[in-house]
């Protein structure tokens, strides 16, 4: 909602820099990973995602790189722009589609 | 147009009262999921659905109860018993409930205000 972001860790970045927000997960068993976006009140988005069977995966000027052996995911965006300020959060998959989530890294882009 | 709808976006209940959160969603899935949001914090599970007429308890289920009597709807409501109802309530759905691996869609949420 509209305080989601509080208390969150915040990355600052230029318009135009790259930034990368990192996340630890907790199961080493856990064989399926998601970014979301959350903008101000509202739910959140999808944004990219990756099976444990990868190592990287690609999207829109977004990047998903996954480190099976100390459990850290990382998103990288590519000449961020104003429009990427919002919360970022990671996910794993838990079984039976059940999602255990991050508690967010708040992404402040200014001009 | 498809998608999750959740209503009311605001919502206020007086201490004491039970309130029904509405998930609605025309994608066509069949699993659904109640979250929790509390400033700097995950997203919390409060109930999930596999399968109509089928549902199960998350993580912080106390205080709250849920049914799926058609596929496309999942109403939560929050009953008295819940000591701290205050948060933004999100609804989500998926193609399947069986392994990991499919996308959540989530609606745009609902805030409840305990007066």
């Known amino acids: 909602g509209e305080s989601v972001g509080l208390h969150l860790p915040t990355l600052s970045v230029q318009e135009g820099d790259n930034s990368i927000i990192n996340c630890a997960y907790s199961?080493?068993?856990?064989?399926?990973f998601i970014w979301y976006k959350q903008e101000s009140g509202k739910g959140p988005q999808f944004i990219i995602d990756?099976?444990?069977?990868?190592d990287k995966r690609q999207g829109q000027r977004v990047t998903v790189l996954l480190n099976k052996t100390v459990k850290h995911l990382s998103l990288q965006i590519a000449a961020t722009q104003p429009g990427d300020s919002a919360v970022y959060f990671c996910a794993e998959g838990g079984g039976y589609n059940k999602l255990i989530f991050g508690a967010g890294t708040r992404l402040a882009v200014h001009p | 147009d498809g998608g999750i709808t959740q209503s009311p976006k605001y919502l206020f209940r007086k201490e004491g009262q039970n309130v029904t959160l509405s998930c609605e969603q025309n994608?066509?899935?069949?699993?659904m999921y109640w979250y929790r949001q509390d400033p700097g914090q995950g997203l919390r599970l409060i109930y999930y659905?596999?399968?109509?007429?089928?549902?199960q308890k998350g993580d912080i289920a106390e205080g709250y109860s849920v049914s799926r009597e058609k596929k496309e709807s999942f109403p939560l409501t929050v009953t008295s018993a819940q000591k701290n109802p205050t948060a933004f309530y999100l609804c989500?759905?998926?193609?399947?409930?069986?392994?990991?691996?499919?996308?959540?869609?989530f609606g745009p949420g609902t805030r409840l205000t305990v007066l």
């Open positions: 990756i099976r444990s069977n990868m």
């Open positions: 659905s596999q399968i109509v007429n089928d549902f």
């Open positions: 199961n080493s068993a856990s064989d399926y």
């Open positions: 989500a759905s998926s193609i399947a409930g069986g392994d990991a691996g499919d996308e959540q869609f």
């Open positions: 994608l066509n899935h069949d699993a």
